[in-house]
């Protein structure tokens, strides 16, 4: 059984920073991407960072700048340093993994069960 555990979270000032970590787990060989995606109350989930293994991050326009998106392949985690956050940053961020080749299975996608992040002006 494949699982994605989010940690970090909570509530933050303007300008102030974050760090959210994802740790895979269940047997697993290999994650093709990981990603850090976002749903603000009333909108639609939209992709905030995410990074392939081996390959380049990719960023929102609106957090370029801002926010890092690191991986640990050897431990199956991703985490998001989020600097200098606005209050427009507040969402429900939800940890995403795709591609994931497991001892029995492969995988196309799987979310976390997400984490608040509230910014404060």
């Known amino acids: 059984q494949v699982q994605l555990v989010e940690s970090g979270g909570g509530l933050v000032q303007t300008g102030g920073s974050m760090r959210l970590s994802c740790a895979a787990s269940g047997s697993i060989f290999s994650i093709h991407t990981m990603a850090w995606y976002r749903q603000a109350p009333g909108k639609q989930r939209e992709l905030v960072a995410s990074?392939?293994?081996?390959?380049?991050?990719n960023y929102a326009d609106s957090v370029k700048g801002r926010f890092t998106i690191s991986r640990d392949n050897a431990k199956n985690t991703v985490t998001l340093q989020m600097n200098s956050l606005k209050p427009e940053d507040t969402a429900v961020y939800f940890c995403n993994a795709a591609g994931i080749q497991t001892t029995w299975r492969f995988i196309d996608n799987y979310w976390g069960q997400g984490t608040q992040v509230t910014v404060s002006s």
């Open positions: 990074i392939p293994s081996g390959g380049s991050p």
